[in-house]
């Protein structure tokens, strides 16, 4: 999710991103583009969740979907999509 926030007289237009997982913001990012905030979220969220498996992330995160059993890390998720 991104939004932009108008410039006023004291600070310039800002732009928003943040990442949620569950109806609960995992990561954000505030700069000055809306495509580098996007940017900046995502590798905030990629610190948080490169190294958990799939049973830690549900529950860091109270997951209860049915997954395909899939990959063991989130990284191996992250890296193919990328």
Known sequence: ???????????????LAGLIVHEDILASGQV???????IK???TA?????NL????FKKQFG???KGSGGPKKMEEVVGSVL
Do not use: F, G, H, I
Not at 1 to 15: G, I, K, T
Not at 32 to 38: D, G, L, N, V
Not at 53 to 56: D, I
């Open 1 to 15: 999710m991104a939004d932009e926030l108008p410039a006023d007289n004291v600070n310039p237009a800002m732009a």
């Open 32 to 38: 000055q583009s809306a495509r580098y905030a996007k």
């Open 41 to 43: 979220a995502s590798v």
């Open 46 to 50: 990629w610190d948080q969740l490169k």
């Open 53 to 56: 498996t799939p049973a830690e």
């Open 63 to 65: 997951c209860d979907c």
